[in-house]
């Protein structure tokens, strides 16, 4: 068996020590790690940075390291459905930087491809460009940290921001299927960030719901090659939670 498997999720996320930085894959609670992250809240790993899409709900994903206080900082850019975030944000508990979504998704993509920054017109004439946006507040709500400007320049007449690639010491991702050299596939709405996400990590850790033999996966079908993996773990099939049901009304006939 491949040297990149670990027999548990436990195993998989040794060496995630306090202050590390974590690339965190999934939409909203489609395709998020949640065993990697559960294993996570079981060590004592704390003052941890995140960059992810969002940061789960209050008893699910990412927000059961939230509510637990083991995260210090994060790199987002839709934060909506979680109560607890609102609060630790609110009361400067927790620094959070708001980002297009495009632009996350470029960023992490960046980094794993070695390219340190790039421009793009989102955030020009905004806060995301002139700075200011609060990152932190302080207790009594004054903005204790702001982001600061970013640098512009002019291309074919038009202004574009500077933005960094992000480069995390771990990457934690969830595919629907994986070898055990480390190839993945994802399914569906699960496709976005994870592939992102798993770029960006220096060690990147996969939980995946089945676990084959090499040569098993068609080569056309891998969305990711195990280049970008160094430790895989099948972690069998996930809940499918939802953030938000809408049911539509039964209408009178």
């Known amino acids: 068996m491949s040297g990149k498997v670990r027999e548990s999720a436990a195993e998989a996320v040794a060496g995630i020590a306090s202050g590390s930085t974590l690339a965190v894959g999934g939409f909203g609670l489609c395709g998020i790690p949640d065993a990697l992250i559960g294993a996570i809240a079981d060590t004592g790993a704390s003052e941890l940075e995140v960059f992810s899409n969002n940061c789960g709900v209050d008893d699910y994903g990412l927000g059961i390291l939230l509510s637990a206080g083991r995260i210090a900082r994060v790199t987002a850019s839709y934060v909506g459905e979680n109560k607890e975030f609102a609060r630790q944000y609110l009361a400067g508990e927790l620094e959070v930087e708001l980002t297009p979504q495009g632009t996350l998704a470029e960023r992490l993509r960046a980094g794993g491809a070695g390219i340190p920054a790039f421009y793009t017109p989102a955030g020009v004439g905004t806060p995301i460009g002139d700075g200011g946006l609060p990152w932190r507040y302080a207790p009594d709500g004054s903005v204790a940290v702001a982001s600061p400007p970013k640098e512009i320049r002019e291309f074919g007449g038009k202004r574009y921001v500077l933005e960094e690639g992000i480069v995390a ?16 596939v994802f399914e569906k709405s699960a496709l976005n960030f994870n592939p992102l996400a798993a770029m960006a990590g220096r060690v990147t850790i996969a939980q995946v719901e089945r676990l084959v033999e090499p040569g098993e996966l068609d080569p056309g079908s891998v969305h990711l090659p195990g280049v970008f993996v160094q430790r895989i773990v099948e972690s069998g099939q996930q809940d499918k939670r939802i953030e938000k049901r809408t049911v539509r009304q039964e209408v009178p006939a």
């Open 169 to 184: 010491d771990f990457a934690l991702v969830h595919a629907a299927v994986g070898d055990t050299e480390g190839n993945l």
